[in-house]
C-alpha cells in the first residue's frame, strides 16, 4: 500500500527554475523523507524531517512539514540538468518503525 | 567505504522458475530491506532482517522469502516466478534499520519473468 502521494506526477520546467513537488500521507508519522531515482545513481536519500520539524534547508532543498495537514513539500531552487530525475518522498509506518512507505514519485525534467 | 552491491544486476527467467537475488550492505551496516519496484505499484516494502532476523514483512505471498547472514549480507528468494513478479528489486542498508535512519540502497537487480 501506498502512504504517500505526490504532486504532481510529472514536472518539466526550464534550467534555473525553481520546482516544487508535493506530498501528502495518510497517517501519523515520525518523520518523512525525501528521496531521489535516476538511471545514474539509483535511489538517493535526500532529507529526512522529523514530525516536530516544520521546515529543513540542505544546500538548494528546502522540505516543509505540515503535519497538520498531513502535507510535505520539496522545493529544489535553481534547477540544474542533473536535477532530473523522479522524487519519492517515504515516511514511517506510524505502528511499524522498521519500513518505509512510499508515495509514487514525481518525474522531475529539467530543459536546458 | 563501498555502496550497497547487488547481483545479478540482470535477470531473464521464466514463468514458473524460481530466483535468488543477493545484497551486500554497507560495511558495519546490520539492517538490510528490500522492496520492489513496478510502474504500477511503485516501491512496496518487502522484508527487513536485522542480524540474521526478519523483523518485519511487507503484503507479499510466501513465494517471496528471504534470510541474513552473519556477515549482513542478504539473499532474496521467489519461486514459482510469475509474470507479475518482473520489476526493479531493490535491497537498502542501514546501520539500525529503524525508519527514521536513511537508508542506502543498491542499484538493484532488474528481474523479467517471461
Known amino acids: 500500500s501506498q502512504q504517500g502521494e505526490e504532486d504532481p506526477q510529472a514536472l518539466s520546467i526550464q534550467e534555473g527554475e525553481n520546482a516544487t513537488m508535493n506530498c501528502s500521507y495518510k497517517t501519523s508519522i515520525n518523520n518523512l523523507q525525501w528521496y531521489r531515482q535516476n538511471s545514474g545513481r539509483g535511489l538517493v536519500h535526500l532529507i529526512l524531517?522529523?514530525?516536530n520539524e516544520r521546515e529543513k534547508h540542505s544546500g538548494r532543498l528546502r522540505v516543509t512539514l505540515d503535519t497538520s495537514k498531513k502535507s510535505s513539500s520539496l522545493l529544489i531552487t535553481a534547477s540544474r540538468a542533473a536535477d532530473t530525475a523522479s522524487y519519492f518522498c517515504?515516511?514511517?509506518?506510524?505502528?511499524?518503525?522498521?519500513?518505509?512507505?512510499w508515495g509514487a514519485g514525481t518525474k522531475l525534467i529539467i530543459k536546458p | 567505504k563501498a555502496g550497497v552491491t547487488q547481483t545479478p544486476r540482470y535477470l531473464i527467467k521464466t514463468r514458473g522458475q524460481q530466483v535468488t537475488l543477493s545484497c551486500s550492505p554497507i560495511?558495519?551496516?546490520?539492517?538490510v530491506s528490500w522492496y520492489q519496484q513496478t510502474p504500477g505499484q511503485g516501491l512496496q516494502f518487502l522484508f527487513e532482517y536485522f542480524s540474521e532476523t526478519q523483523r518485519n514483512k511487507g503484503n507479499f505471498p510466501g513465494r517471496f522469502s528471504g534470510r541474513q547472514f552473519s556477515n549482513s549480507r542478504s539473499e532474496m528468494n521467489v519461486s514459482t516466478l510469475e509474470l507479475g513478479d518482473s520489476a526493479l528489486y531493490l535491497c537498502?542498508?542501514?546501520?539500525?534499520?529503524?525508519?527514521?535512519?536513511?537508508?542506502?540502497f543498491g542499484p538493484g537487480t532488474r528481474l523479467t519473468v517471461l
Open positions: 537498502a542498508s542501514s546501520l539500525v534499520g529503524r525508519a527514521y535512519n536513511e537508508q542506502f
Open positions: 560495511s558495519g551496516h546490520r539492517s
Open positions: 517515504a515516511t514511517d509506518a506510524g505502528d511499524s518503525n522498521y519500513q518505509l512507505i
Open positions: 524531517i522529523r514530525s
